[in-house]
């Protein structure tokens, strides 16, 4: 079935800008617009490549522009933004939008029905652009123009000097190269079409997105000129655009890519749709880097590999979703990239571009781990291949060795300075943090101890012998844990300890304290935290950041950066922790099912409503904090759909708990 909007949906503004779609080919580029095919922000585009020299994302064809005649008359499909006007405003003549396996414009002008549908190619930097005539009295004219970008994914480009305008014949299509040091595309058609060059620029096209975020959002687009060709009802023509020279016919580079999706749709089949769409549509984050290595998107658009993300997304949209080997080739990847006791929060395109900024990278490299062995039992390929890593973190952090970090005389985690971030809430406001969390934080500690654990754990099966300072620190942790963190007049655990004391503000890190497989508390001082964290932090998409009851609680996460990342983590909700809260509820229920029953009430908008509402068959990044939680930051996060997906294995009972 899919998402389908039909007309009138599509006529509103206010939402339909709002709805985004994204086809990823699994080298980190991408296409994507907003369903009015009216571009938004400065990341949206018909191909976007991750290319390896130039390295990084680049924005290459932002649009092709199409249009029909019939008779005397001529129908500009496409929407735009410029100053003070939409134009064309193609979006009157559009019937519907599905999408399911790629998205599908349906276009109604009178008596004439046309569809246009697009898809990446997969493991290519190639998009196709398909245009079927399901109705007509006559046959009609397509023209269509291509709109190059050609710049940084991150910047914006302008008319200039530099751009080489030139459309050279290239066998039966055509090549421009735009600029020196950038690649060639390609374009090509299945069918008949006539070029005519035409070199000229698109002025000052807008990005409402980029304008409310408060970064510059005009660009000019350049266009070498137009196709034109004939299409008669119950023919198709498709369009294709390309950094590799194709030697195959477009028609078969789009029947190939369409099989591929459809095998790769049929893997969840006999799952409720939406959960089989959500599974299906993970897929868009696992990649083929510039390191020829497997790896993880933090989110689409502007994310790349970042560690902390791909350890908590790993479990998720690997294990969970049928990618087992993928998921641990992940592993081994990163593994190789330890230093000091850490794991890069960053992945560059070579090891000297890592960089190894957050405390918490290595500990979440435990945890996923953790769940390969609880899906696989294989811990004769931990042994071999991720057990050094794991003696490396351990045993540097306990020898002091690791920068920013020392283990305290109790056997907790002491991290960072005053002008420090390195846990996951990492934002900074005018050039300061915005939650200070120097000193020992509530779930850096609870990760460590699990991570004690669990490498205790490793070396019984392992038949290593257990390290007597491991099994030390372990101890003096489990005697002082609670009695540092634990605020009993809350009954709930300080989200932050240091040269200060107790900051007892209820945030949601505590609860990782319950959720991981090894915890030192009580199963009363779990039930007390479950219980705070349902009364001031769940919401329908996640969990709230900073509780409304405290003064520094903001409710909306909108404005210009500094203003986003002052609410970044002071209230914004966050939907990767629905994973951990659950994890955390179901551990201590005595009536499982009922727990469950709460949960799917309780989040159930996550992967039902959500999943048409923003990036479609996506779940966003964050949620304001106050109704009506409008979503907001990156329209599809990796760690958001990957814990919805671990969500749902729990409410299955496919969980160790």
Same mark, same amino acid.
């Given at each position: 079935?899919?998402?389908r909007?039909?007309?009138?949906?599509?006529?509103?503004?206010?939402?339909s800008?709002?709805?985004?779609?994204? $086809?990823?080919?699994?080298?980190?580029?991408?296409a994507?617009?907003?369903?009015?095919?009216?571009?938004?922000?400065?990341?949206?585009?018909?191909?976007?490549?991750?290319?390896?020299?130039?390295?990084?994302?680049?924005?290459?064809?932002?649009?092709?522009?199409?249009?029909?005649?019939?008779?005397?008359?001529?129908?500009?499909?496409s929407?735009?933004?410029?100053?003070?006007?939409?134009?064309?405003?193609?979006?009157?003549?559009?019937?519907s939008?599905?999408?399911?396996?790629?998205?599908?414009?349906?276009y109604?002008i009178? $008596?004439?029905?046309?569809?246009?549908?697009?898809?990446?190619?997969?493991?290519?930097?190639?998009?196709?652009?398909?245009?079927?005539?399901?109705?007509?009295?006559?046959?009609?004219?397509?023209?269509?123009?291509?709109?190059?970008?050609?710049?940084d994914?991150?910047?914006?480009?302008?008319?200039n000097?530099?751009?080489?305008?030139?459309?050279?014949?290239?066998?039966?299509g055509?090549?421009?190269?735009?600029?020196e040091?950038?690649?060639?595309?390609?374009?090509?058609?299945?069918?008949?079409?006539?070029f005519?060059?035409?070199?000229?620029?698109?002025?000052?096209?807008?990005?409402?997105?980029?304008?409310?975020?408060?970064?510059?959002?005009?660009e000019?687009?350049?266009?070498?000129?137009?196709y034109?060709?004939?299409?008669?009802?119950?023919?198709?023509?498709?369009?294709?655009?390309?950094?590799?020279?194709?030697?195959?016919?477009?028609?078969?580079?789009?029947?190939?890519?369409?099989?591929?999706?459809?095998?790769?749709?049929?893997?969840?089949?006999?799952?409720?749709?939406?959960?089989?769409?959500?599974?299906?549509?993970?897929?868009?984050?696992?990649?083929?880097?510039?390191?020829?290595c497997?790896?993880?998107?933090?989110?689409?658009?502007?994310?790349?590999?970042?560690?902390?993300?791909?350890m908590?997304?790993l479990?998720?949209?690997?294990?969970?979703?049928?990618?087992?080997?993928?998921?641990?080739?992940?592993?081994?990847?990163?593994?190789?990239?330890?230093?000091?006791?850490?794991?890069?929060?960053?992945?560059?395109?070579?090891?000297?571009?890592?960089?190894?900024?957050?405390?918490?990278?290595?500990?979440?490299?435990?945890?996923?781990?953790?769940?390969?062995?609880?899906?696989?039992?294989?811990?004769?390929?931990?042994?071999?291949?991720?057990?050094?890593?794991?003696?490396?973190?351990?045993?540097?952090?306990?020898?002091?060795?690791?920068?920013?970090?020392?283990?305290?005389?109790?056997?907790?985690?002491?991290?960072?300075?005053?002008?420090?971030?390195?846990?996951?809430?990492?934002?900074?406001s005018?050039?300061?943090?915005?939650?200070?969390?120097?000193?020992?934080?509530?779930?850096?500690?609870?990760?460590?101890?699990n991570?004690l654990?669990?490498?205790?754990?490793?070396?019984k099966?392992?038949?290593?012998?257990?390290?007597?300072?491991?099994?030390?620190?372990?101890?003096?942790?489990?005697?002082?844990?609670?009695?540092?963190?634990?605020?009993?007049?809350?009954?709930?655990?300080? $989200?932050?300890?240091?040269?200060?004391?107790?900051?007892?503000?209820?945030?949601?890190?505590?609860?990782?304290?319950?959720?991981l497989?090894?915890?030192?508390?009580?199963?009363?001082q779990?039930?007390?935290?479950?219980?705070?964290?349902?009364?001031?932090?769940?919401?329908?998409?996640?969990?709230?950041?900073?509780?409304?009851?405290?003064?520094l609680?903001?409710?909306?996460?909108?404005?210009?950066q500094?203003?986003?990342?002052?609410?970044?983590?002071?209230?914004?909700?966050?939907?990767?922790?629905?994973?951990?809260?659950?994890?955390?509820?179901?551990?201590?229920?005595?009536?499982k099912?009922?727990e469950?029953?709460?949960?799917?009430r309780?989040?159930?908008?996550?992967?039902?409503?959500?999943?048409?509402?923003?990036?479609?068959?996506?779940?966003?990044?964050?949620?304001?904090?106050?109704?009506?939680?409008?979503?907001?930051?990156?329209?599809?996060?990796?760690?958001?759909v990957?814990?919805i997906i671990?969500?749902?294995?729990?409410?299955?009972?496919?969980?160790?708990?």
């Amino acid at each position: 079935m899919g998402i389908r909007f039909t007309r009138d949906q599509c006529l509103n503004l206010e939402t339909s800008l709002r709805q985004e779609w994204i $086809d990823t080919n699994g080298l980190g580029g991408y296409a994507s617009s907003t369903i009015l095919d009216c571009h938004t922000r400065k990341y949206h585009g018909l191909l976007v490549a991750n290319l390896k020299k130039p390295a990084g994302r680049f924005a290459l064809l932002s649009k092709l522009e199409v249009s029909i005649r019939a008779g005397d008359s001529e129908f500009r499909l496409s929407t735009n933004k410029y100053p003070g006007v939409f134009d064309p405003t193609g979006h009157k003549y559009i019937e519907s939008f599905e999408y399911k396996t790629f998205p599908v414009t349906n276009y109604v002008i009178g $008596d004439i029905c046309l569809s246009k549908s697009v898809m990446i190619v997969y493991s290519e930097d190639t998009v196709l652009v398909r245009l079927d005539l399901h109705k007509a009295q006559k046959p009609v004219i397509v023209r269509a123009l291509p709109l190059l970008s050609y710049r940084d994914l991150h910047g914006l480009t302008r008319q200039n000097m530099y751009l080489r305008v030139k459309t050279f014949p290239e066998d039966d299509g055509h090549k421009i190269n735009p600029y020196e040091l950038m690649p060639p595309m390609y374009l090509d058609w299945d069918g008949k079409m006539t070029f005519y060059p035409g070199p000229h620029w698109y002025s000052n096209v807008e990005y409402l997105k980029e304008l409310s975020r408060g970064y510059d959002y005009q660009e000019d687009l350049f266009c070498p000129g137009t196709y034109e060709a004939e299409l008669k009802p119950g023919e198709s023509l498709i369009f294709q655009a390309s950094l590799n020279k194709h030697s195959i016919p477009v028609s078969k580079v789009w029947a190939d890519e369409l099989v591929r999706r459809k095998k790769a749709g049929e893997t969840f089949a006999g799952q409720p749709e939406n959960v089989a769409m959500l599974k299906t549509h993970s897929e868009k984050f696992l990649i083929t880097n510039n390191r020829n290595c497997q790896g993880i998107i933090a989110g689409y658009h502007w994310f790349g590999e970042w560690g902390r993300d791909t350890m908590i997304a790993l479990p998720g949209l690997t294990f969970h979703c049928g990618q087992t080997a993928a998921g641990f080739n992940i592993l081994k990847t990163w593994a190789e990239e330890e230093k000091n006791g850490l794991l890069p929060n960053i992945l560059g395109t070579e090891s000297s571009g890592n960089a190894y900024n957050s405390i918490d990278t290595s500990l979440w490299f435990f945890r996923a781990v953790q769940e390969y062995i609880y899906v696989t039992n294989d811990w004769g390929g931990v042994k071999r291949h991720l057990a050094r890593a794991m003696q490396n973190i351990i045993e540097t952090w306990l020898e002091g060795k690791t920068p920013l970090l020392k283990i305290t005389k109790h056997g907790l985690v002491w991290a960072g300075t005053a002008d420090t971030q390195l846990t996951w809430m990492d934002a900074k406001s005018k050039g300061k943090p915005v939650t200070p969390r120097h000193g020992m934080a509530v779930e850096i500690n609870a990760l460590w101890y699990n991570a004690l654990c669990f490498y205790l754990e490793f070396c019984k099966v392992a038949k290593f012998k257990k390290p007597k300072v491991v099994t030390g620190c372990k101890q003096l942790f489990e005697k002082n844990f609670s009695r540092i963190f634990w605020f009993n007049d809350g009954y709930y655990l300080s $989200d932050v300890v240091n040269e200060a004391g107790q900051d007892t503000s209820v945030r949601p890190n505590q609860i990782l304290s319950v959720s991981l497989p090894y915890s030192p508390l009580s199963r009363a001082q779990m039930q007390g935290i479950i219980n705070v964290v349902k009364d001031q932090l769940v919401t329908p998409y996640g969990l709230r950041t900073l509780s409304p009851k405290n003064s520094l609680y903001h409710p909306f996460y909108h404005g210009n950066q500094d203003q986003r990342d002052a609410a970044y983590h002071q209230g914004t909700v966050w939907p990767w922790l629905v994973g951990h809260f659950a994890e955390a509820c179901l551990r201590i229920a005595v009536n499982k099912s009922a727990e469950k029953e709460y949960l799917r009430r309780t989040f159930e908008p996550l992967w039902s409503s959500h999943l048409h509402e923003f990036g479609l068959y996506g779940i966003s990044e964050i949620f304001d904090g106050n109704p009506p939680h409008k979503a907001k930051g990156c329209i599809t996060q990796a760690w958001s759909v990957a814990e919805i997906i671990r969500t749902l294995e729990m409410l299955k009972g496919n969980s160790r708990l």
